[in-house]
């Protein structure tokens, strides 16, 4: 089956995949909502708006009939949570969910049973009580806006593959031919952002992905072109609420 396989089970079942070197699938949709989840490694998703990050400690809600795809590095083990429209009281669109650890190990536990099952059984009733749970759990704010914009994928398309280069907004703008002031204003129209905010929060969905694949907060800091540690410690912990130490150390304990 492939990364991007559209699996048929009962109306929630759970399947693991690892991942090999890399992997990365072919935008596609399903015709299930789709929960993915990782207790370990990273996956980045992306779809038409922008980019998802899949923390070990949460897992990102994909809607029936929205297109993404899917990359994951050579240490991740995958979970996907499928559940039939109409079921589940999930947003309508693409988000990250703060998942308790008895909503983890259901949806791993899950993933060890037969996803045939019959109405009644106890697989049944187990996937009704994790779907009641899972409408339960909060969201987190780890998504960054990349529409379909020449001037936003130029900019994300960089960072992906430089993270340790930082042209500033004057750079971008003389790079892009704008202005500083249309460029900002191009910005905000675009992503709600300013390009600094904006610009953190990518750099800050690449440290969780390095992060999560065992990389040191040290050499996380250096690959991300930050002059030094705790200036990477002072914009982690603005947008996310705790140092990297200690939200590896949670990821770990979890």
């Given amino acids: 089956m492939s990364f991007s396989a559209n699996p048929q089970g009962g109306p929630i079942f759970s399947i693991k995949m690892a991942i090999g070197s890399n992997t990365e ?3 596609h949709t399903h015709p299930n909502g789709q929960l993915i989840m990782t207790p370990y490694g990273s996956v980045t998703l992306q779809t038409d708006q922008g980019y998802w990050m899949v923390p070990p400690l949460c897992a990102v809600w994909v809607p029936v009939g929205i297109r993404h795809r ?6 991740a083990l995958i979970h996907f949570l499928y559940i039939q429209p109409g079921l589940d009281q999930l947003p309508d669109h693409c988000s990250t969910l703060d998942l308790s650890p ?3 190990e259901m949806i791993i536990h899950l ?8 109405p009644g059984s106890q ?5 009704l009580v994790l779907l009641e749970t899972l409408n339960q759990m909060p969201t987190r704010q780890l998504h960054v806006p990349v529409p379909e914009d020449k001037v936003l994928q130029t900019i994300a398309q960089h960072m992906l593959k430089q993270p340790d280069s930082r042209p500033t907004m004057a750079d971008w703008a003389k790079e892009l031919a704008m202005s500083e002031r249309t460029l900002a204003r191009h910005m905000l129209k675009h992503t709600g952002m300013s390009f600094g905010r904006w610009r953190q929060q990518f750099m800050i969905m690449l440290a969780l992905q390095k992060l999560g694949s065992g990389m040191s907060v040290k050499s996380t800091a250096r690959e991300l072109g930050y002059t030094s540690i705790s200036a990477f410690i002072t ?9 990297p130490s200690r939200y590896l150390s949670q990821t ?3």
């Avoid at 899917?70 to 240490?75: F, G, I, M, T």
């Avoid at 914009?235 to 140092?243: E, N, Y």
């Fill in 25 to 27: 699938n072919p935008l």
């Fill in 111 to 118: 993933s060890d049973l037969n996803p045939h099952y019959e």
């Fill in 252 to 254: 770990h304990s979890s």
């Fill in 70 to 75: 899917a990359r994951a590095d050579d240490q």
């Fill in 102 to 104: 008895m909503v983890r």
């Fill in 123 to 127: 697989t049944h009733r187990l996937a």
């Fill in 235 to 243: 914009v982690f912990k603005s947008i996310l609420g705790d140092t």
